[in-house]
């Protein structure tokens, strides 16, 4: 049996309020696959957890985010083609941010999502190689999609800690995992130590500096001049968070299951995981018509299937919406990849010979307009499996007759699905 894992990033939703997106949506593929599925529920990282998906999505391929996750910085910058000098540099993800210069106030963590991919690659070389104390220190900074980007801090001479907290007030750290805030005060924050010792304050230290030089550099830039004279936001500071000062060392998924594996995703994060549990990154257009994309994203699934044992397809659509708190358009998302991926994949495969699981990484309450620690729901189609009679793919219908019941912890979904399709893993 071969496997296409489907992870549908934040199509879960809260089952306090219905019907929920992925019951309401028109989703004849998904609704088929479930029909021939077993089915049930499970919690990213674990109860009370409202995952980023970087550790949900590591913990979703088998990898214990409590034993591996060493931050999402060094992640995103992997993903973005930047490996760091671990111990001297620190890696965090980054927002090109708008706020008021004087007040530090906040006026949106996402420059309203208007800033272009090539906007913000001509605001990352501004800032690209600054010195930070009078040149024993610096900063690299690349632009990765729209706003957002990833920001290294390197020491010369002196080791430099990640244990540092974001200046992003959205998200805290809770351990080296960030976790959403439910209500923040929209104020830059300054970084802080998160220990005594002298390279957690130096990196602090190195982190503002580095935030003011960067407010003074974007806030006059000819980017955000014109920007302005467009009646746009400005995309004048950056917000940090994530800090990370080495790579996670897993032991290859390959060498776990003894099957190789392809990956289909579309965010630096999601690929620097990939290229660190050993698995083959394909590359993923981010510009053009929905339709268009989903079905080049079709076509790499099938063409990457005959070479390859699994399949990992990670599809961004639906979590967008959800944290605009837009029910219709995280229903119409769900609708799309359904149309356009699911029912001509299905078209396309023998579910006596290829497997299908689907699930989220997370739910994205459109409520609540961020992450939640709702658990999520999963299927695995299969012709060879004794499926549970669901009438649909939906939260409520995995929870009350799915008989797989509830997986305490993401990492282990995909052992559980191995043993199903009957692959062992290697002692």
Do not use: C
Not at 161 to 168: G, P
């Amino acid at each position: 049996m071969k496997l296409i894992y489907l992870v549908l990033d934040g199509a879960a939703d809260s089952l306090k309020h219905r019907p929920t997106p992925l019951e309401a949506a028109h989703k004849p593929g998904l609704d088929r696959l479930a029909g021939n599925a077993k089915a049930g529920m499970h919690y990213s990282i674990g109860r009370g957890y409202a995952p980023e998906s970087d550790a949900a999505v590591m913990s979703l391929l088998g990898y214990n985010p409590e034993k591996y996750y060493t931050g999402r910085g060094p992640l995103e910058a992997l993903g973005a083609g930047i490996r760091i000098r671990e111990e001297w540099e620190v890696a965090f993800r980054a927002n090109f941010a708008t706020i008021d210069p004087a007040s530090r106030r906040i006026i949106d963590r996402r420059v309203a999502r208007s800033l272009s991919s090539s906007e913000a690659k001509l605001l990352a070389e501004a800032l690209d190689g600054i010195e930070l104390m009078e040149g024993e220190a610096y900063a690299r900074v690349k632009a990765t999609i729209g706003h957002r980007a990833v920001v290294v801090i390197g020491h010369r001479s002196r080791k430099l800690s990640a244990n540092v907290d974001n200046t992003d007030p959205a998200y805290v750290r809770k351990g080296k995992v960030s976790v959403a805030v439910k209500k923040s005060e929209p104020l830059l924050r300054k970084a802080t130590p998160l220990d005594k010792s002298s390279e957690a304050e130096l990196t602090a230290s190195l982190v503002n500096e580095f935030t003011e030089k960067a407010i003074r550099i974007l806030d006059e830039h000819p980017v955000n001049k014109e920007r302005e004279a467009r009646g746009l936001l400005k995309a004048n500071a950056l917000l940090l968070r994530d800090a990370g000062n080495m790579l996670p060392h897993m032991p290859s998924i390959e060498s776990i299951y003894g099957r190789k594996f392809a990956a289909i995703v579309e965010m630096p994060v999601e690929r620097g995981i990939a290229l660190a549990a050993g698995i083959t990154p394909a590359e993923a257009r981010l510009q053009g018509r929905k339709e268009e994309l989903l079905g080049e994203r079709l076509n790499s699934t099938l063409r990457l299937l005959e070479n390859h044992d699994a399949v990992y397809v990670h599809l961004k659509g639906p979590d967008e919406p959800g944290h605009d708190g837009n029910y219709e358009a995280k229903k119409r998302e769900i609708e799309l990849i359904d149309k356009y991926y699911v029912e001509p994949l299905l078209r396309s495969i023998d579910l006596g010979v290829v497997a299908v699981l689907v699930t989220s990484d997370h739910a994205t309450p459109w409520i609540l307009k961020a992450h939640s620690d709702d658990p999520v729901p999963f299927m695995l189609a299969s012709h060879k499996l004794n499926p549970d009679g669901l009438r649909g793919f939906s939260e409520a219908e995995a929870l009350n007759k799915g008989s797989l019941g509830i997986v305490e912890h993401g990492w282990l979904l995909l052992p559980l699905v191995a043993g199903l399709m009957g692959w062992r893993e290697k002692p």
